[in-house]
């Protein structure tokens, strides 16, 4: 790419996430207490292969609102947490949630193929959903690679599949179809027209994601930039089928007239659907199947 279309990717980042910061948390179900640690820690043992042990310095990259970070510090598995992002609100936003967690983090607003740490900084570098918006995915792995300890661990989660992206977009749009007879079925009103800012924040979420995966790129990106024992695996194919058609649905409606036995049903259903994932389909199907992949790997 050329450097003014990365500097477009940049603006196109950081105003999207600077206006998604203050509801992200509210909008996506984020929460820090068991159920929030639990969902994280599994995330990372699936991509490590592991247990994930005790990390004393940890980096995480793209760190939005610490979703992951902070969940990670509360179960114990990092010491210290610094955090990165391009977007100076998602790392307020980060702050205030430390500050009334009781925890501590360093947050740095920079690009994640310029981090300002020395080499051999940390032992574990991570992420949660974040590959797929760095237009220079060579560069920032290697920058990775470069703070990165000697023996330390690398590890990014919710990175979207190629090909269960594509899957995903049938119920999507077979929802979306059918969003007038549900929201009659459910009594509940066709989305208003919203402010400008929202209206804003929609058109950019179309536009930073830069990048969709296959297993076999995830593994050729992270060797060439010198790690070892690159490790690449899925999960979510019945659960992110049944999300994004609940999604698309309430997305039509107005928030506060879908009923509370809807978002239970919807909450629930993702769960069971999880778990037959993580039983029954993530140990037999291809990675490439489902809809986001995880990459470990090691400096």
């Not at 193929?113 to 570098?125: E, I, K, T």
């Not at 979207?160 to 899957?167: A, E, M, N």
């Not at 107005?254 to 259903?269: K, M």
Request: contains cysteine.
């Amino acid at each position: 790419m050329t450097a003014v279309e990365l500097s477009e990717i940049h603006e196109a980042n950081e105003r999207y996430h600077d206006l998604a910061a203050a509801h992200y948390d509210a909008k996506w179900g984020i929460s820090y207490g068991e159920l929030g640690q639990g969902q994280v820690t599994a995330k990372l043992a699936k991509a490590l292969g592991s247990r994930p042990g005790h990390h004393p310095r940890g980096l995480e990259v793209g760190a939005g609102t610490g979703y992951f970070g902070l969940n990670l510090m509360r179960a114990g598995v990092i010491g210290e947490l610094t955090a990165v992002d391009i977007s100076p609100a998602m790392l307020g936003e980060l702050q205030r949630s430390a500050e009334r967690l009781g925890l501590q983090a360093e947050c740095t607003a920079c690009e994640a193929r310029a981090l300002p740490f020395p080499d051999d900084s940390f032992d574990l570098v991570f992420g949660h959903a974040v590959l797929h918006h760095l237009p220079d995915l060579g560069g920032c792995l290697r920058e990775f690679r470069r703070v990165l300890a000697p023996g330390g661990a690398l590890a990014f989660c919710g990175e979207p599949s190629f090909y269960g992206d594509r899957l995903a977009s049938w119920p999507k749009r077979a929802a979306y179809r059918a969003a007038p007879l549900w929201r009659a079925a459910v009594r509940a009103g066709a989305r208003a027209e919203r402010a400008t800012e929202e209206r804003e924040e929609d058109v950019l979420e179309r536009v930073v994601d830069v990048h969709a995966f296959t297993p076999a790129a995830l593994d050729q990106a992270a060797r060439a930039a010198g790690f070892q024992t690159v490790r690449v695996s899925g999960e979510e194919l019945a659960a992110s089928l049944f999300g994004w058609v609940n999604r698309t649905l309430e997305g039509s409606a107005e928030p506060a007239e879908v009923p509370w036995l809807w978002r239970q049903y919807a909450y629930r259903g993702y769960l069971a659907l999880q778990a037959l994932d993580r039983a029954v389909l993530e140990p037999r199907l291809p990675p490439a199947l489902f809809y986001n992949l995880l990459v470990s790997a090691r400096a």
